[in-house]
């Protein structure tokens, strides 16, 4: 199930605690790896009350700090995706264009899920 359709109440909040504390710890060494930064995306999204309060320009400084440490096509999709909800469909479809045309992402489909997402207003493929 999609993060957005979760039923939020239903999370294992002690759990959570417990990963925010743990992830706390690591920031304090000022030395963020891969883990730790995949860890800050997560957080920020099961802090938000809401999809809607999600901080979206705050996870794609995450997601293009994580593509300077550990770039993959996944990353820029992930990045792209986040650029689009931080700061309109436009810049987050500017960055997923040069991507529609890797032909190791062709079969990923969440490249094609965000190409589709309907807060983008749609695209037609270049």
């Known amino acids: 199930m999609a993060l957005g359709d979760q039923d939020r109440s239903l999370w ?13 710890q690591a920031v304090r060494f000022h030395d963020p790896g891969q883990y730790q ?7 920020l999204h099961i802090q938000a009350a809401d999809p809607d309060a999600t901080d979206w320009a705050q996870i794609a400084d995450l997601y293009a700090a994580l593509g300077r440490l550990s770039p993959s096509p996944v990353v820029e999709v992930n990045l792209a995706a986040t650029v689009g909800f931080a700061q309109g ?3 987050g479809l500017e960055l997923l264009r040069p991507l529609l045309a890797d032909p ?3 079969q990923y489909q969440p490249m094609h899920a965000a190409h589709a997402e309907p807060n983008y207003g749609g ?4």
């Open 12 to 24: 294992d909040h002690a759990q959570i605690a417990e990963g925010l504390r743990a992830l706390g």
């Open 37 to 43: 930064l995949q860890a800050a995306i997560t957080a």
């Open 89 to 91: 469909p436009q810049a």
């Open 104 to 106: 190791a992402l062709q």
């Open 123 to 126: 695209d037609s493929p270049p």
